[in-house]
Structures are given as structure tokens and as C-alpha cells.
């Protein structure tokens, strides 16, 4: 399994990005999906993930009601929406397939696979 994650940049803080990431070689479809970031001189952090069998979704308190993570099967691709940013929000992002299934969590050594990682830097 392959994944791509893209759609980073630079945005104003209040902003909106919309990150995708695209899964190539095996269907994502009976994975649950994480988003990760990590900042310069920082630990990757959780941000969000989202079940493949329910759809159900999970987020980290930072991002709650700011961020939206969703997946679209058919296109083997996960999204996280991303409103309202803010200055903390500037990261490497990553996307990551479950190493367990469905099982969500927060933890990254959960996730076997990951995507290389798209910037985001919002600006204040």
C-alpha cells in the first residue's frame, strides 16, 4: 500500500484547506484512516481518524469542530477539511492506514502505513 497525501499550502489564519490522501496498491476500504502532524520540534500528534466500517469519526480536542475527516471507498482517498485554522495549526501533515483494521486510535503505532507528508503553514 502506497499513500499520497497532498492539498498543504499556506493560508491565513481563519482559513481553509482541504487535504487529501490517495491510496494506491490495496483498497483502504476495511481500514480505518488516521490524520497525524508534527511540527518543527514537536512529537507527531494525533488530529483526527475515521472508522471503514461505520464511517464514525474521531478528533483530536484542538481540532474538534474546526476539522472534518471524511473518506470516499469507491476512490480509495481520505480528506480532512480544514476551517477556521489557526497559527497552531502549521505542520507536516500525515496520513495513515490502520495497522488493525477498523480499530481507531490515537496512538501512530497503531498505523503500519503512511503517506510522505504535505506542509501546512498558516500564517497570522
Known amino acids: 500500500v502506497q499513500l499520497q497525501a497532498f492539498g498543504g499550502g499556506l493560508v491565513e489564519a481563519g482559513g481553509s484547506l482541504r487535504l487529501s490522501c490517495a491510496a494506491s496498491?490495496?483498497?483502504?476500504?476495511?481500514?480505518?484512516m488516521g490524520w497525524f502532524r508534527q511540527a518543527p520540534g514537536k512529537e507527531r500528534e494525533f488530529v483526527a481518524a475515521?472508522?471503514?466500517?461505520?464511517?464514525?469519526?474521531y478528533y483530536a480536542d484542538s481540532v474538534k469542530g474546526r476539522f472534518t475527516v471524511s473518506r470516499d471507498n469507491a476512490k480509495n482517498t481520505g480528506f480532512l477539511q480544514m476551517k477556521s485554522t489557526q497559527p497552531e495549526d502549521t505542520a507536516v501533515y500525515y496520513c495513515?492506514?490502520?495497522?488493525?483494521?477498523?480499530?481507531?486510535?490515537?496512538?501512530?503505532?497503531?498505523?503500519?502505513?503512511w503517506g510522505q507528508g504535505t506542509q501546512v503553514t498558516v500564517s497570522s
Open positions: 495513515a492506514r490502520s495497522r488493525y483494521g477498523s480499530l481507531l486510535s490515537v496512538s501512530p503505532h497503531y498505523y503500519d502505513y
Open positions: 496498491g490495496r483498497t483502504l476500504s476495511s481500514y480505518a
Open positions: 475515521i472508522r471503514s466500517s461505520d464511517g464514525s469519526t
